[in-house]
């Protein structure tokens, strides 16, 4: 399918709060991979979660990129606009017998690492409950461009797992692997507090790939997961944490803070436009850190 090849770069915040400054380190590092390759970069809110939106959050976000001069290629989206997509995926996957319905509460799962697939074989009506992706009992690995090489066994570690709420919620699992799919997205460049979500993502990916569907690209995508930008007291910059929101003012000097926290040369610029430009020719991927820190203190 060839229309899937083209590098396809994106960056995929969720509207829980104003972009800050570890969110812009990965924007920007994925930004910087899709135009050194001379490909696309996607912008897409991922607002499955409803109960975690915050009021504002979105408008808040775009309007920072937009500041940072990091434009999308294409129109923004949002997955709340997907949602007869992803429903008719999980109607696929039943078709399949790739997933199943769970009725378990949570407090009956409280205190377990892995789900124990207790519903898997009891064959429960899929309304008014979860729905849950079989996983296979096996060693799943891949190799990420920052983070070498990492495995995990689904059953030990998480279990078969939610695609759907009980509450119609759609994980965000299903979402972003849906959406990286069916925008042909080929790098997946993003915080490193994702990692541990890549392998359930990647099983995912194959039980999709086997479904056959012509909206969705099979190609496997590169994985790349950008260390996490830490505050003085080596805390993650993060919504919950309450990072500051980044200033649309002193948006040249915040762009260089970011590009050396990713290892790279500072560059000299007067304007966004031109600090972006220079950016690209500077920027180089193996020298981003490897470790959970970025270089630097940012609060
Ligand atoms: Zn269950």
Redesign the pocket.
């Known amino acids: 399918m060839s229309q899937f090849t083209a590098y396809t770069g994106r960056f995929a915040p969720s509207p829980t709060g104003p972009l800050h400054f570890g969110s812009l380190v990965t924007a920007l590092a994925s930004w910087c991979e899709a135009r050194a390759h001379h490909g696309r970069w996607l912008v897409r809110i991922e607002d499955t979660d409803i109960p975690r939106n915050q009021i504002g959050a979105e408008e808040s976000i775009l309007s920072a990129l937009n500041a940072y001069g990091l434009h999308a290629d294409s129109a923004i989206e949002r997955q709340q606009d997907h949602l007869v997509n992803y429903n008719h995926i999980i109607e696929a996957l039943k078709a399949q017998n790739l997933i199943y319905a769970?009725?378990?509460s949570r407090k009956q799962l409280t205190g377990l690492t892995a789900y124990p697939n207790?519903?898997r074989n009891k064959d429960l009506p899929f309304e008014g409950n979860a729905i849950r992706l079989k996983t296979p009992d096996e060693i799943i690995c891949f190799t990420d461009r920052i983070q070498g090489q990492v495995c995990e066994n689904l059953r030990q570690t998480t279990g078969d797992f939610v695609l759907r709420r009980r509450d119609r919620i759609i994980s965000y699992q299903l979402a972003v692997v849906v959406d990286d799919m069916r925008q042909g997205v080929t790098d997946i460049v993003r915080g490193a507090d994702l990692l541990d979500n890549t392998i359930r993502q990647i099983w995912l990916r194959k039980c999709l790939n086997t479904l056959q569907l012509p909206h969705l690209s099979s190609i496997e995508p590169a994985y790349c997961h950008i260390p996490l930008a830490m505050n003085a007291h080596g805390q993650k910059l993060s919504k919950q944490n309450l990072a500051m929101p980044l200033e649309e003012t002193e948006i040249v000097a915040t762009l260089q803070k970011a590009f050396v926290a990713l290892g790279q040369d500072w560059v000299e610029a007067d304007t966004p436009e031109e600090f972006l430009q220079r950016a690209v020719e500077h920027w180089d991927l193996s020298r981003a850190p490897r470790h959970s820190q970025l270089m630097g203190i940012f609060l």
Do not use: A, F, P
């Open positions: 769970c009725s378990c207790t519903c």
